[in-house]
């Protein structure tokens, strides 16, 4: 296998624009790899930039019906064809289905080179739209690239994927998608469903009982969760279960919308818990699937002072090469923000000083955090053959 890392990227995935309001603005892209870029992280020694095709509808009705895919196309002209289209969240644009197939493309280009051994790592920070189900658009998302790329690999022969889902929001699209499937173990940790989009992600779904009981696993974290608590959330349940299921390949959404300026929810990292989080994914990756790893990007509406940081951190994380926390953003960077009139204030730094120390879970502690996680593992842990209650599993 190659030990050198791809990382997908092309101007054109900027289409993707739902128009100057919407939450979901191409410009945090933009501005991540411009800061990749500016930070010498794209001329690592390991990475390549690829540029993608877009998925054409064999790949797309891996996952969704060819109705829905004729539905995307006419939009532009006849906005009321329904399937969750013309939705303040889904806006009908020009070359929606194209933008559309173009990130999927991506993700699958990513998933392809994974599974060729091509490149241990891939990376699409446009990719990770996990809400859009099979037959309607839904937060955002109008192809579920994420699905799209795991039944590739699927049809290749690939018989455990492991998807891990650290979005602010369920991974619900990807879960519906995969629900009876026990080749597919979906894991998403979010802010609970009782007061954020898309209102599900309970313990208590664990996958199809009759085909795929345990394939589903959620951790729903209580509002004001900042980096201590959610990363021992993450260890306390996260690994044990990926470790359990022994996946040949690691797919992971790292929307990173859960930091505590973002303006669509509630938990409280840093960008530093960020990165650390990114870690323990590529750790994770290296301890249980050689190193086969698929990195998505997600949500994250923190245009200037969250994306593009946590996302060169991503890359960087997957290069190999990791940025000290400490690094100055370089000025050209900042003034290229001022320029484009954006209102954030750019950082300076690519740290907020965020604690990422955390004491590991027990079970005779007590807070919301600990409550969500004993909630997850009694859920879903006995289907793994794991002790709820024993700290060492």
Do not use: K
Not at 90 to 110: C, D, K, Q, R, W
Not at 366 to 392: H, K, M, Q, Y
């Amino acid at each position: 296998m190659s030990d050198s890392v791809a990382v997908v990227w092309d101007d054109a995935l900027l289409g993707y624009t739902m128009g100057g309001d919407h939450p979901l603005h191409p410009v945090r892209l933009d501005l991540t790899m411009r800061l990749a870029d500016s930070l010498g992280v794209l001329a690592a020694d390991r990475l390549r930039v690829l540029r993608p095709t877009p998925a054409d509808a064999d790949l797309l009705t891996l996952v969704h019906d060819p109705a829905y895919l004729d539905a995307v196309r006419r939009a532009p002209a006849d906005p009321s064809v329904g399937f969750g289209l013309n939705t303040a969240d889904n806006p009908v644009f020009e070359g929606m289905y194209e933008a559309a197939a173009l990130i999927t493309g991506g993700s699958v280009l990513a998933a392809q080179q994974v599974h060729a051994g091509t490149a241990q790592h891939a990376v699409n920070i446009s990719g990770g739209l996990h809400h859009a189900m099979r037959d309607r658009a839904s937060g955002f998302c109008v192809f579920n690239d994420a699905a799209v790329a795991i039944a590739w690999l699927l049809a290749q022969g690939h018989q455990r994927i492991a998807y891990v889902d650290v979005d602010v929001h369920h991974g619900d699209g990807v879960q519906a998608a995969f629900y009876d499937d026990p080749r597919v173990l979906t894991v998403s940790v979010h802010q609970t469903p009782l007061t954020l989009f898309p209102g599900t992600g309970y313990p208590e779904e664990t996958g199809n009982p009759e085909t795929a009981l345990g394939s589903a696993v959620n951790l729903a974290l209580p509002n004001g969760t900042d980096d201590q608590g959610w990363l021992r959330a993450f260890h306390a349940v996260v690994p044990s279960v990926i470790r359990a299921f022994q996946p040949e390949i690691l797919v992971t959404q790292c929307g990173c919308d859960a930091h505590h300026e973002d303006p669509l929810a509630d938990l409280a990292l840093t960008v530093d818990g960020q990165r650390t989080s990114y870690r323990a994914l590529h750790d994770l990756a290296h301890e249980v699937c050689e190193g086969r790893w698929i990195a998505l990007g997600g949500g994250g509406y923190g245009l200037v002072r969250c994306v593009p940081r946590a996302w060169t951190h991503l890359i960087a994380e997957a290069s190999g090469d990791r940025l000290d926390p400490a690094t100055e953003i370089p000025e050209s960077w900042r003034e290229d923000v001022v320029r484009r009139g954006l209102r954030a204030r750019p950082p300076t730094h690519m740290t907020e000083g965020g604690y990422t120390g955390f004491s590991r879970w027990d079970p005779f502690t007590e807070s919301r955090v600990d409550r969500a996680i004993a909630r997850t593992r009694s859920a879903v842990f006995p289907d793994f053959g794991l002790d709820p209650d024993d700290p060492r599993d």
